[in-house]
C-alpha cells in the first residue's frame, strides 16, 4: 500500500512527513518505525492491514476513564513505532518489522474490522493501540472513516509524537485520544526514547482545539522522570495549556525491555498524585492498588460517582447526560 504524507526527490530519496522525525529514505531502505519503505521512490505502508494483536477490552484498558466508562472496544494493533523507548511493555511488536515479526499477523481489511465491531451490541467502537498507531496511519484511518460512518467511536492511544497535518487528518475522524506524555524534559526523550518533547506538545494542544475528547497517561520511572519539581511543571503547563479536566493517569512503571531500574515505589506515587491535585481534577493512579485510588469524585461537590476495581466500573451517582447526580456538575464529555 503507497504511503500518505511523504515527498519524493530526483535522486530517488523520499522524506517521509508523517512524524517529526521526518526521515530521509534512500531506495530499499525503511524509516525508524521499519515500517514505511522506499521502493523504487514510492514510500510503502508494509504493515497495511497487518494485525498482530486484535480482541475487546475495557475502555478503562487504553486507559480511558472519562469516555463512556464501562463499556468496551474492540482493540487492535499492527507492528512498528517511531520510538525506540527503552521501556517499552510491548516491544515484541513495537520494536518488530514486518520481515522480523516472529509471530505471523492476521490480514484484515477496514470492513472486516468494521464487522468486527459491530458483531457486540455492547461494543463502542474500535481503538488503535498496542503499537503505536501513527505508524500504520494509512489502515487506521481507512478503517476509522468506516466505524465513524457505522456510528461507532474511534480511540487513538497514541505517543504523541505526530506531525499536524496528518494529526488534523485523524481528528475529523477520532473521537478520543490517550497521549503518552513521556516525562517532562529533552533529555529523557532523546536518551530513552530517541525523540523529543515540543511536538508532542504541539500534538496535545492541537487535540484539545480540536475539541476531542483528551487523556494523558505518564509512567513514571525513578531516577529519570520522577523528579517532584518536574512533574509539578507538567501538571501546571497540562492545566494552563490543556485546561483543569484533562485527565492524567500516574503509572506505576515495572522493569520491561531493556530497563532494569527498580519499580516506583507507591510512596512516590501518592506524592506526585497530591501533586498533581494541586493543577488538575481528575488524576488516577496505574498499576497501583489503592483503596480509591481509581475511583471518580464530582470535582465541585466531592460525590463519589462512579467506582473502580481492576477494569470493573460501578455507577454511582451519574446521569445519563454524564452529570453528577447531586449537584449537575457535568463531569463526562461522553456518557
Not at 512527513?17 to 521512490?41: A, F, M, T, W
Not at 503518552?180 to 504541539?202: G, H, M, R, W, Y
Amino acid at each position: 500500500m503507497e504511503a500518505l504524507f511523504y515527498t519524493k526527490s530526483d535522486e530517488g530519496k523520499v522524506t517521509c512527513r508523517l512524524c517529526p522525525h521526518n526521515c530521509s529514505i534512500v531506495n530499499s531502505k525503511k524509516g525508524i518505525c521499519q515500517v514505511r519503505k522506499n521502493e523504487d521512490g514510492i514510500l510503502i505502508s508494509e504493515n497495511y492491514g497487518k494485525i498482530s494483536s486484535i480482541g475487546f477490552d475495557p475502555i478503562e484498558k487504553k486507559p480511558l476513564y472519562h469516555f463512556y466508562p464501562g463499556s468496551e472496544i474492540l482493540s487492535i494493533g499492527s507492528l512498528g513505532c517511531n520510538l525506540q523507548c527503552q521501556f517499552c511493555q510491548n516491544y515484541q511488536i513495537s520494536q518488530s518489522s514486518v520481515d522480523s515479526f516472529e509471530r505471523n499477523c492476521t490480514t484484515y481489511s477496514p470492513d472486516k474490522i468494521k464487522e468486527l465491531a459491530l458483531s457486540r451490541t455492547k461494543n463502542i467502537g474500535v481503538a488503535y493501540t498496542y503499537n503505536e498507531p501513527t505508524v500504520f496511519f494509512e489502515f487506521m484511518i481507512d478503517t476509522a472513516r468506516l466505524i465513524k460512518s457505522a456510528g461507532l467511536k474511534n480511540v487513538m492511544v497514541t505517543n504523541g509524537f505526530i506531525n499536524s497535518e496528518p494529526l488534523n487528518e485523524l481528528n475529523k475522524y477520532i473521537d478520543a485520544y490517550n497521549v503518552d506524555l513521556k516525562a517532562f524534559n529533552i533529555d529523557f526523550f532523546k536518551k530513552q526514547t530517541k525523540s523529543t518533547l515540543e511536538p508532542v506538545k504541539e500534538a496535545l494542544i492541537n487535540i484539545k482545539k480540536a475539541g476531542k475528547h483528551l487523556e494523558i497517561t505518564n509512567l513514571v520511572i525513578p531516577t529519570l522522570n520522577d523528579s517532584e519539581s518536574e512533574f509539578d511543571s507538567m501538571c501546571r503547563w497540562i492545566a494552563n495549556n490543556l485546561g483543569k479536566d484533562v485527565v492524567l493517569h500516574i503509572s506505576r512503571y515495572f522493569p520491561t525491555y531493556k530497563m532494569t531500574i527498580d519499580q516506583t515505589s507507591v510512596n512516590q506515587m501518592i506524592k506526585l498524585v497530591e501533586i498533581a491535585k494541586k493543577y488538575l481534577d481528575f488524576v488516577y493512579l496505574g498499576n497501583v492498588m489503592l483503596d480509591n485510588g481509581n475511583n471518580t469524585f464530582c470535582n465541585s461537590c466531592n460525590e463519589l460517582l462512579i467506582s473502580r476495581s481492576g477494569y470493573f466500573t460501578k455507577n454511582i451517582s451519574v446521569d445519563k447526560s454524564g452529570n453528577c447526580s447531586k449537584c449537575g456538575n457535568k463531569v463526562f464529555n461522553y456518557f
